[in-house]
């Protein structure tokens, strides 16, 4: 069974520009959350996206957005991008018997 | 709002030996607490987990322990190996949310 795939693995982004990052969940899983990973914060909670709808949204700025498509596949937005971005995005699949399964993470740096 | 504290932040044994990792969390709807390994340049891989209705479950040489009236979960490793080096992250579901409220982590090292 395949697991969580991300991509891409690693960016590098300017102040201000905006970036696109993709996660695709395990094959019959529909929830898809994403969460972001820093040295001083740890992991921090995003957003969950179940069947195409966002259900919980944690506390970040607007900056941050989401979206869930018909297949289950997800991809999170940050537009306006700040150094304090700099992180590993993980996205998560999850369902009631398997619990939460994360990818590898995108390493965003943010210059 | 909602939090889960862990402890010890960090913890050296030697090979062989017990570790013990603790989780306190807050919120009284949560009924499912996994742990995560992390190692350098991976994302977390679920090791175990436990649902408030069991008090203890085991797989080999890890096993979790839950006290909900204490709010208290633990991690228990026996018999260490260099190979349990990693990070380990306790969690808590918020309620039925969908989404889980992370401990700090604790840098394991098993020296041989």
């Known amino acids: 069974k395949a697991g969580v795939t991300q991509t891409p693995r690693y960016l590098i982004k300017t102040r201000g520009q905006q970036v696109t990052l993709s996660c695709s969940p395990i094959?019959?899983?529909?929830?898809v959350s994403w969460y972001q990973q820093t040295p001083g914060q740890g992991l921090q909670f995003l957003f969950e996206?179940?069947?195409?709808?966002?259900?919980n949204k944690g506390n970040f700025p607007g900056r941050f957005s989401g979206r869930q498509f018909s297949n289950s596949r997800s991809e999170m937005n940050v537009s306006t991008l700040e150094l304090g971005d700099s992180a590993l995005y993980l996205c998560?699949?999850?369902?009631?018997?398997?619990?939460?399964?994360f990818g590898s993470g995108t390493r965003l740096t943010v210059v | 709002g909602e939090n889960v504290e862990q402890h010890p932040s960090t913890l050296s044994v030697q090979e062989g030996d017990s570790a013990v990792i603790k989780c306190t969390y807050s919120?009284?709807?949560?009924?499912?607490f996994p742990w995560y390994k992390q190692e350098l340049g991976k994302g977390p891989q679920l090791i175990i987990d436990?649902?408030?209705?069991?008090g203890e479950k085991k797989d080999q040489r890890i096993a979790v322990t839950l006290n909900k009236t204490a709010k208290h979960f633990s991690l228990h490793i026996t018999e260490t190996q260099p190979e349990d080096s990693a990070v380990y992250f306790c969690?808590?579901?918020?309620?039925?949310?969908?989404?889980?409220?992370f401990g700090k982590g604790t840098k394991l090292s098993v020296k041989p």
């Open positions: 998560a699949s999850s369902s009631a018997e398997y619990g939460y399964t």
């Open positions: 094959s019959g899983h529909r929830s």
């Open positions: 996206y179940f069947s195409e709808t966002q259900r």
């Open positions: 919120d009284s709807a949560s009924n499912y």
């Open positions: 436990i649902r408030s209705n069991v």
């Open positions: 969690a808590a579901e918020r309620g039925s949310q969908g989404n889980l409220i």
